[in-house]
């Protein structure tokens, strides 16, 4: 039952990039599928990337696919999604999921995902 907090937000300008973090002190999150997700006003969350647990599989959105990346501290308790190439598109509060999963991340739907962050906004703008 890990407490997800996101940090790691803020306003970047077009092409920039920024590292978000996703953290659960003193959890093991290599157990656990760890979703990345953004909201923006008016429009459902959106599933951008997923990692499975233990680094099975991994999965990014169309949308980011070549800009962002995901990847695990070595001290587990954190899980990290790594953006670049920023649009302005991208603006929108982001999340971190967690769920108990052992098959292929892209497989499993939002309400699957037990565990969440509060969130943290990324705003790219000139």
């Known amino acids: 039952q890990p407490h997800l907090v996101e940090s790691g937000g803020g306003l970047v300008q077009p092409g920039g990039s920024l590292r978000l973090s996703c953290a659960a002190a003193g959890e093991n999150l290599d157990y656990y599928a760890i979703g990345w997700f953004r909201q923006v006003p008016g429009k459902e969350r959106e599933r951008i990337a997923c990692?499975?647990?233990?680094?099975?599989?991994?999965h990014f959105d169309r949308s980011v696919k070549g800009r962002f990346t995901i990847f695990r501290d070595p001290d587990k308790s954190t899980v990290y999604l790594r953006m670049s190439g920023l649009k302005t598109e991208d603006t929108a509060n982001y999340y971190c999921?967690?769920?108990?999963?052992?098959?292929?991340?892209?497989?499993?739907?939002?309400?699957?995902?037990?565990?969440w962050g509060q969130g943290t906004q990324v705003t790219v703008s000139s």
């Open positions: 999921a967690a769920a108990r999963f052992q098959d292929l991340c892209v497989t499993l739907r939002p309400d699957e995902y037990v565990y």
């Open positions: 990692v499975s647990e233990n680094d099975r599989s991994m």
